[in-house]
T-cell receptor
Framework: DAGVTQSPTHLIKTRGQQVTLRCSPK?????VSWYQQALGQGPQFIFQ???????QRGNFPDRFSGHQFPNYSSELNVNALLLGDSALYLC?????????????FGPGTRLTVT | QKEVEQNSGPLSVPEGAIASLNCTYS??????FFWYRQYSGKSPELIMS????GDKEDGRFTAQLNKASQYVSLLIRDSQPSDSATYLC?????????????FGSGTRLSIRP
């Protein structure tokens, strides 16, 4: 049973550029949430996708956008990158019928903005 | 601003002892509570979920929930060096399922031989 997968593992971008991160949920899950984790902090909720719609959003600017595909996989896009966007970006999937809000994380994408 | 508070540590516990990790939360509407373990450089791993007041045991781990006090804790019995990690407390926001999860900043646990 495949767990949550994310790509790429690491990414280095320059200020002002745009980046796309990808996530495939755990088998049987239909909900994908994205988080940003800075060093020494807990994950911060960016947004959640369900049925190809953004269902909830955290306190992140519109530079952060996303998409969910019919196969439940998801993308996170960040435009006009800032140095402060350097972080570990985590995708979590959920949707098991009995424990719908248990979220399982992928390995993350480490983004460095220079 | 709904918050989840944890002592950042580090918490140092001798091998074989009980490690006790604590967490408080501000949202009285929260219904789901989670503990994640995160090793350095890795992503968080779900180790316990709890939904009702009282204790829930799973192997060496026991989660305790007191909604009246807005307090959740994690006990690790017979602590092992492999338990050394950061432990993240997480709480759902509001009543809906599959909702936004708010994380604490984590407690660093160190098990000393």
């Amino acid at each position: 049973d495949a767990g949550v997968t994310q790509s790429p593992t690491h990414l280095i971008k320059t200020r002002g550029q745009q980046v796309t991160l990808r996530c495939s949920p755990k088998s049987g899950h239909d909900t994908v949430s994205w988080y940003q984790q800075a060093l020494g902090q807990g994950p911060q909720f960016i947004f959640q996708y369900y049925e190809e719609e953004e269902r909830q959003r955290g306190n992140f600017p519109d530079r952060f956008s996303g998409h969910q595909f019919p196969n439940y996989s998801s993308e996170l896009n960040v435009n006009a990158l800032l140095l402060g966007d350097s972080a570990l970006y985590l995708c979590a999937s959920s949707g098991n019928r009995d424990y719908q809000d248990e979220q399982y994380f992928g390995p993350g994408t480490r983004l460095t903005v220079t | 601003q709904k918050e989840v508070e944890q002592n950042s540590g580090p918490l140092s516990v001798p091998e074989g002892a009980i490690a006790s990790l604590n967490c408080t939360y501000s949202d009285r509407g929260s219904q789901s509570f989670f503990w994640y373990r995160q090793y350095s450089g890795k992503s968080p791993e779900l180790i316990m979920s709890i939904y009702s007041n009282g204790d829930k045991e799973d192997g060496r781990f026991t989660a305790q929930l007191n909604k009246a006090s807005q307090y959740v804790s994690l006990l690790i019995r017979d602590s092992q060096p492999s338990d050394s990690a950061t432990y993240l407390c997480a709480v759902n926001e509001g009543y809906s399922s599959a909702s936004k999860i708010i994380f604490g900043s984590g407690t660093r646990l160190s098990i000393r031989p």
